[in-house]
């Protein structure tokens, strides 16, 4: 099964993406090797590398972009220029441990990643060199750049993963946590659409209110998409993925959800409105897990297509890009396999963005998430995860039985994935005190 932590080719921006750091869904700015500009200053030197000043605050922007889409309150100035060049730092700590570690990479595989560059910015390779000089970058800087990128992209996968160790005790514990949700009555995965009511409202604001989740309830009964019809009209704090919940144990599902679905099938929707503390409620099991076993799961065949942000491409730029993928998609102008062929930034590009037969746990918690809310050939909106963005389509489902082998594996697979975060962490910090750091004062 392909694991999307392994899908580690070079994202093809036209300039260089920077790292993804485990903690951020966004790659921010280039970690490579850099050169002064005229009129631009050392802002750090990592063992045999310098940090930009001009560097620095191009990621300063971009967290103050970050900081502002999730609309959180930016950092104050001195604030924000240390995060900035302690990412900065981190970044060239792992690439040039990637220089001494890392497998070469070979020039045919070098050129295929240049080609995708320019085959993704609709440019010839003349036309990128010329942007590239425009942007005070020749061709062989360029490559050199890349280069260490799927260096340290390699490297890093490799060494966070060799950190992570799961005991069998702690495969037990997962065990046991699934049966107990079992014997409490398995687990549900919900999609709802959500039209709130304040508290105390007078007749005229409930009439209304009332009016309106009627409305999308009807819209959803008429064949609309549900995912569609949320996006319009609910006001829950899912709409990302198209109001889908996630599987969950019915324990941790408000009682008045799990009450109300009794009897429903994965794939059907509650006929009528559920009324709770927060509103109105439209109701669709997206997934029911109620089998006894812990051995029977469900498996999803899913594709996608992954966009990687980048100092040129902003996490909403790739959303809004995927977003008119799905349009032409949808409308028939553009097969979803040919967009993932021609734009996909990881390894199943070549494949179509085909991911093969999933079962639960192999992909990161937003992705699955995301994917186990569609309907079969449905498409999501852009889900994005640490690896970027993702515009993702289930083409099947099966229910599947594996034997307690594969069912531990599945559990260690689950534990790895939550112990990848504080695994990178780890590793950065080990390699950032083992650099030598020098840092200097500078102003903007």
């Not at 191009?58 to 100035?77: D, F, G, S, W, Y």
């Not at 899912?238 to 019915?250: E, F």
């Not at 897990?289 to 990687?308: F, K, M, P, V």
């Not at 994917?371 to 083409?395: K, W």
Request: glycine share 6%; proline share 3%; net charge negative.
């Amino acid at each position: 099964m392909t694991d999307l932590r392994r899908l580690t080719v070079l994202a093809a921006a036209l300039l260089i993406a920077g790292l993804a750091q485990a903690q951020h869904a966004e790659p921010i700015v280039s970690a490579t090797k850099s050169t002064l500009q005229p009129g631009d200053f050392i802002a750090a030197v990592v063992n045999q590398d310098i940090v930009a000043a001009s560097e620095v605050t191009a990621r300063m922007e971009q967290i103050r972009q970050q900081e502002r889409a999730k609309n959180q309150p930016v950092p104050l100035t001195e604030e924000l220029r240390k995060l900035a060049l302690d990412a900065m730092i981190d970044d060239r700590a792992m690439v040039t441990f990637a220089r001494e570690n890392a497998n070469r990479v070979d020039e045919a595989e070098l050129d295929r990643v240049v080609g995708n560059v320019a085959a993704q910015n609709k440019v010839t390779m003349a036309e990128l060199a010329e942007r590239l000089k425009a942007d005070g970058m020749d061709m062989k800087r360029f490559r050199e750049n890349l280069r260490d990128q799927i260096m340290t992209e390699r490297v890093r996968d490799h060494e966070v993963q060799g950190r992570i160790r799961i005991t069998d005790t702690e495969i037990d514990a997962w065990l046991d946590k699934r049966r107990e949700a079992l014997a409490n009555g398995g687990q549900l995965n919900i999609q709802q659409i959500l039209v709130t009511v304040p508290d105390n409202a007078p007749d005229a604001v409930l009439a209304e209110r009332r009016a309106r989740a009627e409305a999308a309830l009807k819209a959803v009964q008429a064949g609309q998409d549900f995912a569609a019809v949320n996006k319009e009209y609910s006001e829950d704090g899912n709409k990302a993925q198209g109001g889908v919940v996630g599987l969950r144990p019915v324990e941790r599902l408000p009682d008045v959800f799990v009450d109300a679905v009794k009897g429903l099938k994965s794939g059907e929707l509650l006929p009528k409105l559920v009324r709770s503390g927060a509103g109105f409620h439209i109701l669709k099991v997206v997934e029911r897990s109620g089998s006894n076993s812990l051995t029977e799961i469900t498996q999803t065949h899913a594709r996608h297509i992954l966009l990687r942000p980048s100092a040129q491409m902003t996490m909403q730029q790739a959303s809004q890009r995927l977003a008119e993928f799905k349009r032409e998609i949808e409308a028939g102008h553009a097969s979803f396999e040919n967009l993932a062929r021609q734009f996909s930034e990881d390894g199943s590009a070549a494949q179509g963005g085909d991911l093969g037969w999933a079962s639960p746990g192999n992909f990161v918690p937003e992705f699955e998430q995301a994917m186990n809310g569609l309907a079969i050939n449905g498409i999501s909106e852009p889900i994005p995860s640490r690896y970027g963005v993702h515009l993702i389509q289930v083409t099947e489902r099966r229910q599947a039985q594996i034997d307690m082998k594969q069912l531990r594996e599945q559990a260690r697979s689950a534990l790895r994935e939550q112990k990848f975060d504080a695994a990178y962490q780890d590793w950065v910090k080990e390699l950032r005190s083992k650099a030598y750091i020098e840092t200097r004062e500078w102003l903007d």
